[in-house]
Each structure stands twice: as C-alpha cells, then as structure tokens.
C-alpha cells in the first residue's frame, strides 16, 4: 500500500504540473553521507561485544598469569609443555563466555537499531530530493523494506562473530609463538594489547563498509518503488574516491544494469550514492 500511495501522489503531482521538464534538469541537493550513522554504529560496536571481549581477554590473561606461563615455557626450553593446554584452556573459556554474553539474538538487536538508525535518515535524504522537484512527501514507513534490514542484520551478526572468533584465534597463535620464543611477560601483554587495537581497526571496516551498502540498498529499493528506473552516479568528491568511480560522477545507469562493481554503496567502502534520474517520470 505504501508503494502504491507513493505513485499516486507522484502521479497527482505530474498531473497537477508540479514536476515541469527545468525542474528534472535542475540539479537536486545532494545526499549528505550517513557519517553520524557511521560513527553510532562503530561506537555501538567499541562500547558493546569489543569491549566485552578486550575484557574478557584482560581478565584471563593478568600480569601473573602471563609471569606463569612463560616461567612454563622456560623451564621447557620452548618445547610444547602444559603451558599449551593453559593457553588453550583460557582462550575456549573466553570464547564460551563471549557468546553466552553476546549471543546471537543480543548481536542482531545492536545491528537492527544502526539499521533502523540508516533507514530513517536515508528516507529523510530521498524526501529532501523529492520535494524539491516534486513537492510531495512520498517517502517512509514502505513494509518492503523490511527483507533489506533483515539482511542487513544478518550480514552483521555474522560479520561480528567471524572478528571476534579471529581476534581471539590470532590472539592465541601470536602468545603461543611468543612464548615459544621466550618473549618477557611485558612483551606478551603488549602482544595482546596490539590484538585489540587491531579488531578496533576491523570494527571501523564493518561500520564503514556496512551502512554504505544499506543505505545505497535502501536507496535503490524506495527509488525503484516509486517507479524511479534510472539513477545519476554521484560521488563525495575527495581524494579516496576510487578512479573509476570518479570517471562515473554525473553519467546515468539504469537500477536494472549495475556497472561491474556493483550500484552506489555495493563496493567495499563506497561512499558514492545514486541521485535519482526522475525525468524516466515525464514519460
């Protein structure tokens, strides 16, 4: 029903003459970024199962535990020793921990609300256009969109339990070397310190990278559904713009016929978004 409201009014709007051939060739006001989107969902991510899992890790491994281990591994000569089986121990208690705290269902929450958090400012961006070519507000609340912050969930519980699942397995691999090589206590907890920073790094990718590509699906599946056929490739204009998207700015793309890498948002940490080509609308 929501579809079907927004093409009548669209319609009534192209009846009526508000949408005029200067108004489709005038350039609508860009789509700001979902920078804030970005920044809440990473945040969200830091202070939620990254935090619990540095945490966790901190707790398991302290000072006298790490002194522990590597007296082991000394007294071996860096041969494999119960120190192994410590390890190993700690790390599988870590492991069943985390999940007990931050199951699957607690993961999809935190990823449903960054997605209700893009979709409600994605919709704000496309009325903006709307409105200043249409003059109608044809935007929000459609129930198709219901399968794309499905997925969108999805995607993201598996996406923060295959990291944290790689934090720890790195983790792991890199103290057992270490001791192996007879690195001092100190070095074994700078080891694990330099662990965390780098899961803080994959945190960032999966912000980045996945409210780009839900706010370009959520663009593309309101365009389309107000019968929006077509789109003008745009981009942020900065320095890490990729080249071949920049050749792309300002040329016209049918939503049926992606280019190779995919729509506005599809590649990874593509900032670019799709203007919606309304004059398919005059036909």
């Known amino acids: 029903m929501a579809v079907l409201a927004s093409r009548l009014a669209i319609k009534t709007a192209l009846t009526l003459g508000a949408l005029r051939r200067q108004d489709v060739a005038k350039r609508l006001p860009r789509q700001a970024e ?19 899992l540095r945490q966790l890790i901190a707790e398991a491994f302290t000072p006298e535990v790490l002194a522990r281990l590597a007296r082991k ?32 269902k607690r993961m999809a929450r935190l990823a449903e ?6 979709n409600k400012f994605q919709a704000r961006q496309l009325n903006k256009q709307l409105l200043e ?3 109608v507000d044809v ?22 339990r295959s990291a944290s699942q790689d934090l720890l397995s790195t983790t792991e691999s890199q103290l057992m070397r ?23 790094s994959r945190a960032a990718l999966i912000a980045r990278d996945q409210v780009g590509k839900l706010y370009g699906d959520l663009n593309r ?26 050749q792309r700015d300002g040329k016209p793309f049918d939503w049926k016929n992606p280019p190779s890498d995919g729509h506005p948002g599809e590649a990874i940490n593509c900032r670019c978004y799709a203007e919606p080509d309304l004059s398919g609308l005059l036909e």
Do not use: C
Not at 75 to 100: H, Y
Not at 236 to 242: I, P, T, W
């Open 34 to 52: 979902p920078n804030a989107q970005r920044a809440a969902y990473l945040k969200a991510l830091l202070d939620g199962p990254w935090a619990t």
């Open 73 to 104: 591994y000394e007294d071996v000569q860096g041969a494999r020793s119960d120190a192994d089986d410590d390890v190993d121990g700690l790390f599988d208690n870590i492991e069943n921990r985390f999940f007990k705290l931050w199951s699957r």
């Open 113 to 118: 609300r960054a997605g209700g958090q893009v």
């Open 133 to 135: 070519t249409i003059g």
């Open 139 to 160: 935007v929000g609340g459609e129930p198709e969109l219901a399968p794309v912050i499905a997925a969108f969930t999805k995607e993201n519980v598996s996406l923060m």
């Open 178 to 200: 270490a001791l192996s090589d007879g690195v001092r206590p100190e070095g074994l907890a700078k080891i694990i310190a330099e662990r965390g920073e780098v899961s803080e």
């Open 221 to 246: 599946v309101r365009q389309t559904g107000i019968g929006v056929t077509g789109y003008i490739w745009r981009t942020v204009k900065d320095n890490r713009v990729r080249e071949e998207h920049e």
